[in-house]
Structure formats: C-alpha cells, structure tokens
C-alpha cells in the first residue's frame, strides 16, 4: 500500500484537460513543498514532469502544470495529446525517515 | 549528456545478496546525491535509500534497515547498493536516481531487474 493516494486511472479526449489528484496527509504533502510528479511509459524509467510542486524542468511541456491545497497536490494536463497517454506517479518529502513517498500511480488514457 | 549506466540484470536465491553498481557520466558526481527507487513488476514506485556522494552519509527507508548498505566510489563516479538476505517480494527493477533538485529525481539509470527465485 503506497503512502500516497492516487486514482488509478484517468482518462480524457485529446485536446481536454485532466487533472490526477494526489492524497498525503500534513506530514508529507501537506508539510513540504518538495511533490514531484513522474511519468512513465510502459517499460521505461520515470521522467520527472513537476518538482517542487509548481516547477518544470527543462523541456517539459507547459501543458503539464502542478498545484497543491493542504494535504492534496494535483498534477494538470492540457491539451492532451495522444503521447500523454502513460503512468503518472506523485512524490513528496515526508521527513528525515522517510525521505521520499511515492503514489500508486495514476494510468492516463487518452480516448 | 548526463547518464546513469546500471549494471546488468540478477538472478539470487532467497537468502542470499546482491550489488548493483551506478556509473555517472556528464556531471560532476559529487554535486549530488544519489537515491535508489524500486519497482517490483506492475506495481508503483518505492523509495528505497539515499547516499551523499559528497560525505558518503546515508538515509535508508525504515523497511531496509540492517540488510541495506549503499556506497560510493568517487574515483569512478561509481554508486553501489548491496541488499542482503534477499526474499521473493524483493523481486524489483531498481532505478539509482539523482539531480539537481532537492528530494526529486531528474536524472535515472536504465534500470536493473533483480529476480529472486529459488
């Protein structure tokens, strides 16, 4: 059982956006500004999308975007597009014992 | 380009150990730390433990504790996890992970299967 909260799926028409919420509690999301988000495609290692909740690292698209509200963080895509179509995992700090927790993973569809 | 180049895949018995070894390229490895993250097949991600290539201090998750060490060797930019008395649930793909950004991983290794079988 992941320490995060993730819906297991999420689906969305190509030019839609979605939105893959992401549940901890005030000792991981909701105490630290460090959630990451990754994606992975099937048989690749993660890519890091969003760190430091709202960042983007160098040539991820502006179409992903992040957010967080107390102990929930939130990862957006706009415009979908066919390529999105992968797992999206969350990550927070959650202290000095646990440096980081990740999600269950979230499979984004692209219908 | 920045790479992390893993050694090749394992087969263990329940019981025994194995090191993985991490080779960084295209930074200067003792900027950063480098963590370990596995995956065991179909299932999500799991942080497994951390190690400062600067000081060598480590920070291993509370499940790992006394069967986990994790090393460097700075002179070959080389990271090494060695986990111990291996069971049948450990059967993952470890990923050693590192970059810039506190508690995130920008750069990833390709990865190395660990099977435990007996």
């Known amino acids: 059982q992941s320490a995060l909260t993730q819906p297991p799926s999420a689906s969305g028409s190509p030019g839609q956006s979605v939105t893959i919420a992401c549940t901890g509690t005030?000792?991981?999301?909701?105490?630290?500004?460090?959630v990451s988000w990754y994606q992975q495609y099937p048989g690749r290692a993660p890519k890091l999308m969003i760190y430091?909740?709202?960042k983007r690292p160098s040539g991820v698209p502006d179409r992903f975007s992040g957010s967080k509200s107390g102990n929930t963080a939130s990862l957006t895509v706009s415009g979908l597009q066919a390529e999105d179509e992968a797992d999206y995992f969350c990550?927070?700090?959650?202290?000095?014992?646990?440096?980081?927790?990740f999600g269950g993973g979230t499979r984004l569809t692209v219908l | 380009q920045v790479q992390l180049v893993q050694s090749g895949a394992e087969v263990k018995k329940p019981g025994a150990s194995v090191k993985v070894s991490c080779k960084a390229s295209?930074?200067?490895?003792?900027?950063?730390?480098i963590s370990w993250v596995r995956q065991a097949p179909g299932q999500g991600l799991e942080w497994v433990g951390w190690?400062?290539?600067?000081?060598?201090?480590?920070n291993y998750a509370q499940k790992f504790q006394g069967r986990l060490t994790m090393t460097t060797d700075t002179s070959t930019s080389t990271a090494f996890m060695e986990l111990r008395s291996l069971r049948s649930d450990d059967t993952a793909v470890f990923y050693c992970?590192?970059?810039?950004?506190?508690?995130?991983?920008?750069?990833w290794g390709q990865g190395t299967l660990v099977t435990i079988s007996s």
């Open positions: 992970v590192s970059g810039p950004w506190v508690h995130s991983f920008d750069y």
């Open positions: 295209g930074y200067t490895f003792t900027n950063y730390g």
């Open positions: 190690i400062s290539t600067y000081t060598g201090v480590t």
């Open positions: 005030s000792s991981d999301v909701g105490g630290y500004n460090y």
């Open positions: 430091e909740v709202t």
């Open positions: 990550s927070s700090h959650a202290g000095s014992n646990n440096f980081v927790v």
